[in-house]
């Protein structure tokens, strides 16, 4: 039947069929989309351009219409599944700046697909390697294909009433870079479109950083501890026993400062905390940069706290025991200023704590790092240990007493996996502790979560926590005892540095 139609009828019809289905696909969207009609214009406009973008190049590579509206409107079907899946996990729809994320979930599959579901990843493989077998098999393409009185031709008409209609979609209401305002506003499509396009911006930060004359002529050593996924989960739950975070206690007793910390990540993008921290950049600062920092930061020079340290005759270290190129930070922190990035390869036989590098193999690092040091150092720790997905992870029927005055509801096993490894980080920061009270060189230590961890189905029981973590400074000399003050991350380097 497809191939008794006239190639132009084909595509017309394929066209006009595919773009009233878009719409039937972002109808699939969580949170639920406005009906377009309800949207701004430029953002109709977009939709219906890049529509026609998407369409007209898979025409030409496919020279199959109706076959190229399956493939574009599956390609939409994927974007809104993985839109999805973010959303039920972070709260936050997909954005452009996502996309990198394909790769990376081709490189390190454990971090990303278990969170859209192995069976769902797989459905999806096995339809699309299917639907490309079916349409070319299904739809012949035409015997003048590229010429230009023939479906080449069509091609340049679609993709000259795509310039159109993006032309056009300039102006009216500009990004917030909030993604669920601009999605209610601007639709699906002409977000990501939105997002790409404000990338192109460079990244240009004004210093927010104090400089090194600030700092005491005495240089004590800094270490700051980004703990994945660190918060405390006592103010959620009543029923977790308080010497879980003993230590955690402890040091908040004999901090400098410490308290609730509001950090600019939910569930999982780290790097948008420990930017905040090593830059003190604010979200309105960063703009669409703040979804990604990383993306662009080597087009620009930034300061970071590293840098301020540096020029104080600081040797720099960044301790990570994870892939160095994940986010590409092999190349971001000697850019931030940092003189050595200790990575996965140092850590060759450590212990394990789940399927990452343990919190105590971390300490230990950081003991032997400071013992060595021959100047004034500044390490800079990201842990691994408590990193998701938990629900990959079985509890120990053991935790249960240790872990709990009072048993949780049924549906709680990623919390008691949690508290597993939460005890550690715990038991981790009171190793450091101990060893920089007798370590023979003044020492601040700074302790901060980058986010809350990923556990939908507890926060279904318990409700889910604001989004804020913890953090304390505690130093090694006497006098140097404060009080509880809730902080934003971006200011928490500042506070580091005050009289260090």
């Known amino acids: 039947m497809l191939s008794m139609m006239s190639p132009f009828t ?98 390190h599959p454990r971090l990303y697909i278990p969170f859209l579901g192995w069976w769902k990843f797989a459905m999806i493989v096995v339809a699309g390697a299917a639907a490309l077998g079916i349409g070319l098999w299904l739809e012949v393409a035409p015997a ?66 104090p400089d090194a004359s600030s700092i005491s002529p005495e240089r004590p050593d800094l ?21 879980v975070l003993a230590e955690f206690d402890r040091l908040n007793a004999e901090s400098v400062q410490h308290g609730q910390l509001q950090v600019p990540a939910w569930g999982a993008n780290t790097v948008r905390s420990e930017f905040a921290f090593l830059s003190g950049a604010t979200e309105a600062l960063l703009g669409v940069h703040r979804f990604n920092p990383y993306r662009e930061i080597l087009h620009t020079n930034v300061n970071s706290l590293a840098r301020v340290l540096k020029a104080a005759g600081y040797r720099t270290v960044c301790i990570h025991p994870y892939a160095a190129s994940f986010y590409r930070r092999d190349k971001v922190y000697p850019h931030l200023g940092f003189d050595e990035f200790i990575d996965i390869r140092s850590f060759a036989g450590a212990e394990r704590c789940g399927p990452y590098i343990s919190d105590l193999a971390v300490a230990e690092k950081i003991r032997s790092l400071l013992a060595a040091a021959e100047q004034p150092v500044f390490v800079f720790v990201i842990t691994m240990e408590n990193h998701g997905p938990l629900h990959l992870e079985k509890p120990d029927g053991k935790d249960a007493a240790t872990l709990y005055s009072a048993p949780p509801p049924s549906g709680c096993e990623d919390l008691s996996i949690y508290l597993r490894h939460l005890r550690n980080a715990d038991r981790m920061m009171g190793n450091i502790r101990d060893f920089l009270q007798q370590h023979p060189r003044p020492a601040r230590f700074c302790w901060y979560g980058d986010h809350v ?35 934003n991350l971006h200011e928490l380097a500042t506070l580091s540095l005050k009289s260090l």
């Not at 192109?200 to 930060?205: A, S, V």
């Not at 994945?228 to 103010?235: C, N, V």
Request: charged share 15%.
């Open 10 to 107: 084909a595509s017309f019809t394929a066209i006009s069929a595919g773009f009233v289905l878009s719409f039937a696909v972002l109808a699939l969207l969580r949170p639920a989309l406005p009906a377009p009609w309800r949207w701004a214009w430029p953002g109709l406009a977009l939709h219906a351009g890049l529509w026609l973008a998407l369409h007209g190049v898979l025409l030409l590579m496919l020279g199959r219409p109706w076959f190229s509206m399956a493939i574009g409107l599956a390609f939409l079907m994927v974007l809104v599944q993985v839109s999805n899946a973010k959303f039920h996990s972070l709260r936050e729809p997909f954005v452009f700046q996502d996309f990198e994320y394909f790769t990376d979930a081709i490189r």
């Open 144 to 209: 003048e294909r590229f010429a230009l009185h023939g479906q080449l031709g069509e091609v340049a008409t679609l993709l000259a009433a795509c310039a159109v209609l993006i032309g056009l979609s300039n102006g009216g209401p500009a990004a917030t870079f909030n993604p669920l305002a601009d999605l209610q506003r601007l639709g699906f499509l002409a977000c990501l479109w939105r997002y790409g396009c404000a990338e192109r911006r460079p990244l240009q930060l004004p210093n927010q950083l």
């Open 223 to 243: 270490l700051v501890v980004q703990s994945e996924s660190f918060f405390d989960p006592r103010l959620c739950f009543s029923g977790i026993r308080p010497d």
């Open 453 to 487: 961890p990923i556990m939908p189905e507890v926060y279904r029981q318990f409700g889910p926590p604001a989004g804020q973590t913890s953090y304390f400074v505690w130093d090694n000399r006497p006098g140097k005892h404060g009080g509880n003050l809730a902080l």
